[in-house]
């Protein structure tokens, strides 16, 4: 490692005085703005949740510069309490399906309770998840609840949940933005992920994301989401 990224290694900073340095970018032209956010506009309401595969392979640098956009979120105390865990291998693939399908099975069997099948029933879904192994990476995301200290002592971290929650919506975005597909798939209970892939007691499993691009004969539900004006609120 060099001096460089020495200095620039992230630590925490528990107890550590606050510092500022200088933020002054570029101010964008209004028209250059508006043009950009026009353009993302169109190109997210593109985005759509895949659950058909294609087996072809992703390049895995894109994922990666995927996951460094996710890890720029904001986060509680500035403690980014998350780890992203990008899973290629095939077997390690396998284990995971297998072991969600056993969760998945007893869900639907009843676990999940009528009107949460009921609100599933329109969008197709049930125990059988082929996405897990047909798509060629998988990112399984771990909220870290707590950090230890140099001393082994524990050291809470704060809004772990908005702050996961937050890093994940930015790396779907990303993952759309860079031409892959991606989906959201959150097996309950999920402490089968920390036993497949050995992960420390401080990590809570949060979401599976297959990443692929779209199975040639590829399927989505006819979805509307809501207009502007059932979700704004301008005051």
Not at 18 to 24: E, G, H, N
Not at 64 to 73: L, M, N, Q
Not at 104 to 114: A, K, T, V
Not at 117 to 144: M, S, W
Request: some cysteine; aromatic content about 6%.
């Amino acid at each position: 490692m060099s001096e460089t990224e020495q200095q620039q290694e992230w630590t925490p900073i528990h107890g550590a005085p606050y510092r500022s340095v200088p933020y002054r970018p570029q101010r964008m032209p209004e028209a250059e703005s508006l043009a950009h956010a026009a353009e993302l506009r169109t190109r997210m309401d593109e985005r759509r949740t895949v659950r058909q595969f294609a087996t072809d392979p992703v390049p895995a640098q894109v994922v990666r510069d995927a996951i460094a956009c996710a890890a720029t979120a904001p986060s509680g105390a500035h403690q980014q309490p998350w780890t992203f865990v990008l899973v290629q291998d095939p077997e390690i693939r396998r284990r995971i399906r297998e072991a969600a399908e056993h969760e998945e099975q007893i869900s639907y069997d009843g676990r999940l309770g009528e009107e949460w099948l009921a609100a599933l029933r329109p969008l197709g879904t049930d125990e059988v998840k082929p996405h897990l192994t047909d798509a060629p990476a998988l990112i399984v995301v771990f909220q870290q609840r707590y950090w230890l200290g140099e001393d082994g002592t524990k050291h809470k971290h704060y809004y772990v949940d908005e702050s996961v929650g937050i890093a994940v919506g930015m790396l779907l975005s990303a993952l759309h933005l860079s031409g892959l597909a991606a989906l959201i798939h959150t097996p309950s209970p999920m402490r089968f992920l920390s036993q497949v892939l050995g992960r420390p007691e401080n990590e809570k499993a949060f979401a599976v994301i297959p990443v692929g691009y779209p199975a040639a004969d590829c399927e989505v539900p006819d979805l509307v989401r809501k207009s502007l004006d059932q979700v704004l609120v301008e005051v």
